[in-house]
């Protein structure tokens, strides 16, 4: 059981470019969301969504861009990478109900130069 | 809004000590879930506990316990004897309960425990 996988794990950008962080999980999960984190701040969310074709903006959304064709896939888009976007991202997946708890991929470390 | 504050940025023990994590939320739900998370220097995100905000039974699990006291917002994570093992960041975050709230965690800054030998 794999659980909530993230590529890749590093990846430097040059202001300007574009690319898509993968997220995918096995487990099932209705709600899949998307983090930043960045030194003192904790993590902040920046898009999550209830289900498939179903997203939403969470406290940081600018630059990002997501959809939810799946329910095990739910990509990031960067859609022009800003300095201010380098960050350590991290996808996470719930269950609703009795298990609300997220479980975290081991995150992407994205550097815009 | 819901808010989470660790006051705490850094805290140094030397191993055995005990040690306490703060945590004090703010929400206006009255019904939320509450977590710990560490994260160890490999940087991987690790769930510790859950506790809802109907259930204020403090929890002890080997050598961490959790007290939560609804009427000061807080949540606090103690650990016992502590281990240089015991060294990462830990995360406290809140969650509402129900609807689509269930993917959406407001996060505390996070504090960094280092466990001398």
């Known amino acids: 059981n794999a659980g909530v996988t993230q590529t890749p794990k590093f990846q430097v950008l040059k202001t300007g470019q574009s690319m898509t962080l993968q997220c995918a999980q096995d487990m099932n999960h209705e709600y899949m969301s998307w983090y930043r984190q960045d030194p003192g701040m904790g993590l902040r969310l920046i898009h999550y969504?209830?289900?498939?074709?179903?997203?939403d903006q969470g406290e940081v959304p600018n630059g990002y861009n997501v959809s939810r064709s799946t329910t095990e896939d739910f990509p990031l888009r960067l859609l022009s990478a800003a300095p201010s976007q380098t960050s350590v991202y991290f996808c996470?997946?719930?269950?609703?109900?009795?298990?609300?708890?997220?479980?975290f991929g081991q995150g992407t470390r994205l550097t815009v130069v | 809004a819901q808010k989470v504050t660790q006051a705490q940025t850094e805290i140094s023990v030397v191993e055995k000590e005990d040690v306490t994590l703060d945590c004090v939320y703010e929400?206006?739900?009255?019904?939320?879930?509450l977590f710990w998370y560490k994260q160890p220097p490999s940087g991987e995100l690790v769930f510790l506990i859950r506790?809802?905000?109907?259930?204020?039974q403090n929890e002890i699990s080997g050598r961490y316990s959790w007290n939560f006291q609804k009427s000061t917002s807080s949540f606090n994570f103690t650990i016992t004897a502590s281990q240089v093992v015991d060294s990462a960041v830990y995360f406290c975050a809140l969650s509402e309960a129900g609807g689509t709230s269930y993917g959406k965690l407001t996060f505390g800054q996070g504090t960094i425990l280092t466990v001398h030998p």
């Open positions: 996470a997946s719930s269950y609703s109900g009795a298990v609300p708890e997220a479980f």
């Open positions: 506790r809802n905000s109907f259930d204020e």
């Open positions: 969504s209830v289900g498939a074709g179903i997203t």
């Open positions: 929400t206006r739900d009255t019904t939320y879930y």
